[in-house]
T-cell receptor, first 111, second 115 residues
Framework: GNSVTQMEGPVTLSEEAFLTINCTYT??????LFWYVQYPGEGLQLLLK???ADDKGSNKGFEATYRKETTSFHLEKGSVQVSDSAVYFC??????????WGAGTKLIIKP | DAGVIQSPRHEVTEMGQEVTLRCKPI?????LFWYRQTMMRGLELLIY????????DSGMPEDRFSAKMPNASFSTLKIQPSEPRDSAVYFC?????????????FGPGTRLTVT
């Protein structure tokens, strides 16, 4: 069945460090891929998405590229800020148009 | 638009009591989802509706849980009787259409504590 695997957290970085959160998926066909972010005490909100191979989603300085050959959608940011501290979820849409979620990765940015 | 509205934001109740969580989706959205989030199990889809009709309730943990969507602008998730293991944050989300590109919009969640 379809599944999403993302790196375990927490990931702790200093401000201005480079961020990578790995995400790989198992699915039939070419699902759309998403990163959602959950700030403390809030619901999830879409951060970025990509709908076909080699697409790059970007938002708020974050980027992720749809890599069909490696079935990956790693999240990157060149210089993180304290305000980026949150939980990040990778997700794919399955054949029933429902989201399959990764377990989430908690990101902690220290000043 | 006010976004997805959930109430209450926090609920503390005693074991055995009935709990009702409420959700108002974004106007015009025709799909609604109920999720549960815990540290142990992460984010779980409980049930979703399409055009007010329950499509998949396979994620509902047991018969103590029930969900209704009497109209396009309101849904409830009820737990009766509640148990301490039901303590979690419950999210409602809505979406327009059924396309693979359409994102889900989440409410702020209801934090439920059952003592």
């Amino acid at each position: 069945g379809n599944s999403v695997t993302q790196m375990e957290g927490p990931v702790t970085l200093s401000e201005e460090a480079f961020l990578t959160i790995n995400c790989t998926y198992t699915a039939t066909g070419y699902p759309s891929l998403f990163w959602y972010v959950q700030y403390p005490g809030e619901g999830l909100q879409l951060l970025l998405k990509a709908t076909k191979a080699d697409d790059k989603g970007s938002n708020k300085g974050f980027e992720a590229t749809y890599r069909k050959e490696t079935t990956s959608f790693h999240l990157e940011k060149g210089s993180v800020q304290v305000s980026d501290s949150a939980v990040y979820f990778c997700a794919i849409v399955d054949s029933n148009y429902q989201l399959i979620w990764g377990a989430g990765t908690k990101l902690i940015i220290k000043p | 638009d006010a976004g997805v509205i959930q109430s209450p934001r926090h609920e503390v109740t005693e074991m055995g009591q009935e709990v009702t969580l409420r959700c108002k989706p974004i106007s015009g959205h025709n799909s609604l989802f109920w999720y549960r989030q815990t540290m142990m199990r992460g984010l779980e889809l409980l049930i979703y509706f399409n055009n007010n009709v329950p499509i998949d309730d396979s994620g509902m943990p047991e018969d103590r849980f029930s969900a209704k969507m009497p109209n396009a602008s309101f849904s409830t998730l009820k737990i009766q009787p509640s148990e301490p293991r039901d303590s979690a944050v419950y999210f409602c989300a809505s979406r327009t259409g059924q396309g693979v590109r359409n994102e889900q919009y989440f409410g702020p969640g209801t934090r439920l504590t059952v003592t």
